[in-house]
T-cell receptor
Framework: EDQVTQSPEALRLQEGESSSLNCSYTVSGLRGLFWYRQDPGKGPEFLFTLYSAGEEKEKERLKATLTKKESFLHITAPKPEDSATYLCAAPGRGADGLTFGKGTHLIIQP | DVKVTQSSRYLVKRTGEKVFLECVQDMDHENMFWYRQDPGLGLRLIYFSYDVKMKEKGDIPEGYSVSREKKERFSLILESASTNQTSMYLC????????????FGSGTQLSVL
């Protein structure tokens, strides 16, 4: 069964304290690994798509990387406005839709 | 920018009521999706549609149906609402088939009492 697993479930950091979020997947024939940000009471907002091992993408303080078995979302010198739930997802067995992990709830304290 | 609009931000319904959740996208996307999101369970796919009048079951279709009469509009129907259908419902769209990135609406928080 295709699975996407994220860790940790929750992470509390001080402002400026860099860290990484993990996403491991067991999807055969990976056709993309997606990262989203979700703020409370809102829908997920797209951040990145990674397609091949070794690929990296950056946006402001976020950098996503991909290996053959997992993806990392690195956050460098975070600010309180980076607080959110970060979701990763991959296309499932069928041709459509994404299978999501349960997310990492990130809190950045001033 | 793609805009996916869900008609209601909050809804409160009674057990047994028929409930309609509406979603409209403005970018001519082929695919539309309905997910529900629950604490500890994450996002789970209910139904999706890849064309007008076409629909496919997702992972948790029981108790739900959908309608897509026009390309831009996708409706989720709870035939007889139950308390275990209290959840955040998220509509999404993607340009084409094949596991492309999804664009989400803001969600409808449904409470069934």
């Amino acid at each position: 069964e295709d699975q996407v697993t994220q860790s940790p479930e929750a992470l509390r950091l001080q402002e400026g304290e860099s860290s990484s979020l993990n996403c491991s997947y067991t999807v055969s024939g990976l056709r993309g690994l997606f990262w989203y940000r979700q703020d409370p009471g809102k829908g997920p907002e797209f951040l990145f798509t990674l397609y091949s091992a070794g690929e990296e993408k950056e946006k402001e303080r976020l950098k996503a990387t991909l290996t053959k078995k997992e993806s990392f979302l690195h956050i460098t010198a975070p600010k309180p406005e980076d607080s959110a739930t970060y979701l990763c997802a991959a296309p499932g067995r069928g041709a459509d839709g994404l299978t999501f992990g349960k997310g990492t709830h990130l809190i950045i304290q001033p | 920018d793609v805009k996916v609009t869900q008609s209601s931000r909050y809804l409160v319904k009674r057990t047994g009521e028929k409930v309609f959740l509406e979603c409209v996208q403005d970018m001519d996307h082929e695919n539309m999706f309905w997910y529900r999101q629950d604490p500890g369970l994450g996002l789970r796919l209910i139904y999706f549609s890849y064309d007008v009048k076409m629909k496919e079951k997702g992972d948790i279709p029981e108790g739900y149906s959908v309608s897509r009469e026009k390309k831009e509009r996708f409706s989720l129907i709870l035939e007889s609402a139950s308390t275990n259908q209290t959840s955040m419902y998220l509509c999404a769209s993607s340009l084409r088939r094949g596991g492309e990135k999804l664009f989400f609406g803001s969600g409808t928080q449904l409470s069934v009492l």
